[in-house]
């Protein structure tokens, strides 16, 4: 990338790989839980939200554990060892069902909590080495347009790991003549819970369902045979898929310690500033105060962001396996078959992909005409972007029964009510824009805001920021379940547009405390 810093691409690749390997775990993590556990949405969220927020909020101990050590390098190694190893912990193949509920689902949030670890060593430091990259005067006037390099080369991962996900699962699958079915694991985990007790139609939907799903046209005479067998396999091809994560792991850190030289040492830059930064110390209280302050302000309007963004992988995944037409997306590659309502995760990342070039030409051509839109009132648009994707889908969403009435109609009756798979891409594709005009530009905005000797810590700050919106995702998910669609919708357009308010309201203080 001409004009960039030469380890940007090395770095970016790095992450790229252990993005990877996270979006492989990410595409699946929800419906793996649901499926494993037979647990309703609401108690996935639980710890789907748990998990996400203690991603982000560990990086914060990560920004700590280098900034104290100084030693930043080998922090981000060490991130994706333990990653590798949270990842092997919930690759192990257990049976399905579990024998002991509580004794399968805390080795698994066990290998949860250690994969956030890791990625607490790993995510914010290797932002905060490539922001100090920008800190040479060469290369500052790029920094937005290297972190949003940055950001595509994450999302190039991001897009493939989705298939990769559902290509193992499909394929376990068929090895063991079985196709995939969406809806089949929590009617196989209500069957074994309640028997020929089940509510609604679901008896006679699993009776439907069990009969297609044998690739041979084999008669289920068995349902409790069919339903131990069927959620065995299909959550046995969870586990191979997690194992695909780890393999990506250590493609990055290959890739990492090859370039290792490449990167700047913050710790060798603070250790030099010690003296020549009297202009530094100059700066001094008051205005370290001010852009701390002024980071903070940022750090509580994009929570609401993030509580409505990584919906993507709860709330709308689950919309996605109960209220869209799945049945017309089936690429077959002979030994697998892509389908499943994770495919969608692969469209946010195929969106930044595309998007950001555009994006970046779009800013470059304001600012050769001396149009220059800040940092702070990008965001507030952002926000505003991506309260119209949640109108966009509440709109789809008015005529759609609640959760609980779907649970009681026929086969046959939910197939005429199923929406366009393009709706999910149109959503995407809005919520993508918004992403563009927040997360990257966040992060340069951290990395040029956050006084030098803190570099770690602010980066940390902008992840825990993240943490407290992802600890409310569960919110979604009890909304999903006990209000109609249409209204879930609506609670993220609030969410989105009020923020968008707020922000605007600080667009001229943030502009002139960080300029």
């Known amino acids: 990338m001409k004009g960039q810093p030469k380890g940007l691409i090395a770095a970016a690749l790095a992450n790229m790989g252990e993005r990877f390997g996270f979006y492989i775990m990410m595409a699946i993590l929800t419906l793996f839980i649901s499926a494993k556990f037979g647990l309703d949405e609401a108690t996935a969220g639980y710890i789907y939200s748990g998990f996400y927020a203690s991603i982000y909020l560990l990086a914060l101990v990560g920004g700590i554990i280098a900034d104290k050590t100084k030693n930043y390098k080998a922090t981000i190694m060490w991130g994706l060892i333990v990653m590798s190893i949270g990842y092997f912990l919930i690759a192990i193949p257990t049976p399905t069902p579990v024998p002991s509920l509580w004794l399968y689902l805390t080795l698994t949030c066990l290998g949860l909590l ?235 990342p195929f969106f930044v992909v595309f998007l950001t070039p555009i994006i970046m030409w779009f800013f470059g051509w304001l600012r050769k005409r001396n149009v220059e839109v800040s940092t702070p009132m990008k965001i507030a648009i952002g926000m505003g972007i991506a309260a119209a994707a949640y109108v966009f889908l509440m709109l789809f969403s008015l005529a759609l029964p609640t959760k609980a009435a779907l649970a009681g109609m026929r086969a046959d009756e939910v197939q005429s009510i199923l929406v366009t798979p393009w709706v999910m891409v149109g959503l995407y594709f809005i919520l993508t824009v918004a992403e563009l005009f927040i997360s990257p530009l966040g992060l340069a905005f951290v990395s040029k805001v956050a006084p030098p000797h803190m570099q770690g810590l602010m980066q940390g700050f902008w992840l825990a920021a993240t943490a407290v919106g992802n600890a409310l995702l569960f919110v979604g998910g009890w909304l999903y379940l006990h209000t109609p669609m249409w209204a879930t919708w609506a609670v993220f357009v609030a969410a989105c547009g009020l923020s968008m308010l707020v922000m605007l309201s600080m667009v001229r203080w943030l502009e002139r405390v960080t300029k």
């Open 114 to 348: 250690v994969i956030a670890f890791g990625n607490g060593l790993f995510k914010g430091n290797l932002q905060a080495l490539v922001g100090q990259m920008y800190d040479n005067s060469e290369f500052s006037a790029k920094r937005e347009s290297g972190f949003q390099i940055f950001y595509m080369f994450i999302n190039i991962g991001g897009f493939f790991a989705p298939f990769v996900a559902i290509g193992v699962r499909n394929w376990w699958l068929k090895v063991n003549n079985f196709d995939y079915n969406a809806k089949l694991p929590a009617l196989c985990h209500e069957y074994l819970a309640k028997g020929e007790d089940m509510v609604g139609e679901g008896l006679a939907n699993l009776n439907s369902y069990a009969s297609a799903a044998h690739l041979d046209g084999t008669p289920v005479s068995d349902l409790g045979a069919f339903c131990n067998t069927y959620l065995d396999v299909f959550n046995r091809g969870f586990h191979y898929a997690f194992i695909a994560a780890i393999v990506m792991m250590l493609v990055s850190l290959v890739i990492y310690m090859a370039n290792r030289k490449r990167f700047p040492d913050p710790s060798k830059k603070s250790a030099s500033g010690a003296k020549a930064s009297a202009e530094e110390v100059k700066m001094s209280a008051q205005e370290i105060r001010q852009r701390i302050y002024a980071l903070f302000a940022v750090f509580g309007v994009v929570i609401f962001f993030w509580v409505s963004f990584h919906q993507n992988g709860y709330s709308l995944t689950y919309f996605a396996r109960d209220y869209v037409n799945l049945d017309v997306i089936n690429i077959n590659l002979g030994f697998t078959t892509i389908k499943g309502a994770e495919i969608f995760q692969s469209v946010n």
